[in-house]
């Protein structure tokens, strides 16, 4: 079974940092692109970074090009993104995703929680 | 980057009667390759998003066939043709065609 377990978030102040983590298992996590998206308060979906599956290529949404970093570590088949420079409308929860166009898997991690208030 | 704009945003719907949503982009959502990835997720309440539908029509495996999804170019349909109460939640479209990935704003459907 599909298993990806994100972990990292918490409670940060305007300003500062956060590494999120995304174990995955009961796939091959080599083979796929892994993407970050959050989903807001009002419940809006956006798709934040992508990283292919050799970690030759990543691809960042401009609300967080410069200020977050997507990275991989196929040996252990976690996923991280590091989070710089945290603002106020960063706050969501954050999803570790093997976004699919085609047949194959697309299969969602459970969340974690960002907040950044001071 | 490509609006997707649902409707409705809410669709209360009677127990066994049927139901649509609406997802238009501002962009054709075919691809150079000549596929259309538009993808439709469910989001039960308290659940993470589920992927229904990938490259419009394709249903992925264990969503009932009373869901259907059809469209093309900028025009999208979802479809459900006998509401049952589990299907309570929240429905976006995704376009996988140009970077950044987008999603609609997102349909509450509930039982009326």
């Known amino acids: 079974e599909v298993h990806l377990v994100e972990s990292g978030g918490g ?3 305007p300003g500062g940092s ?3 983590s995304c174990a995955a298992s009961g796939f091959t996590f080599n083979t796929y692109w892994m993407y970050w998206v959050r989903q807001g308060p009002g419940k809006e979906l956006q798709c934040l970074s992508t990283i292919n599956p050799d970690e030759s290529r990543t691809v960042y949404a401009d609300s967080v090009k ?4 997507i990275s991989r570590d196929n040996a252990k ?3 991280y993104l590091q989070m710089n420079s945290l603002r106020a409308d960063d706050t969501a929860i954050y999803y570790c995703v093997s976004l699919t166009n085609g047949a194959g898997l697309d299969s969602w991690g459970q969340g974690t929680l960002v907040s950044v208030s001071s | 980057d490509v609006v997707m704009t649902q409707s409705p945003l809410s669709l209360p719907v009677t127990l066994g009667q049927p139901a649509s949503i609406s ?3 501002s962009q054709s959502l075919v691809h150079t390759d000549g596929n259309t990835y538009l993808s439709w997720y469910q989001q039960r309440p308290g659940q993470s998003p589920r992927r229904l539908f990938y490259m419009v029509s394709n249903r992925d495996s264990g969503v009932p066939d009373r869901f259907s999804g059809s469209g093309s ?3 999208f349909t979802l479809k459900i043709s006998r509401v049952e109460a589990e299907d309570v939640g929240v429905y976006y479209c995704m376009q996988g065609t140009h970077w ?3 999603f609609g ?3 509450k459907l509930e039982i009326k």
Not at chain 1, 66 to 69: A, C, K, L
């Open chain 1, 11 to 13: 409670l940060v102040q």
């Open chain 1, 18 to 20: 956060l590494r999120l």
């Open chain 1, 66 to 69: 410069g200020r977050f970093t």
């Open chain 1, 77 to 79: 088949s976690t996923l």
């Open chain 2, 23 to 25: 997802c238009r982009s």
């Open chain 2, 73 to 75: 170019g900028t025009d």
């Open chain 2, 100 to 102: 950044p990935k987008t």
């Open chain 2, 105 to 107: 704003q997102g349909t």
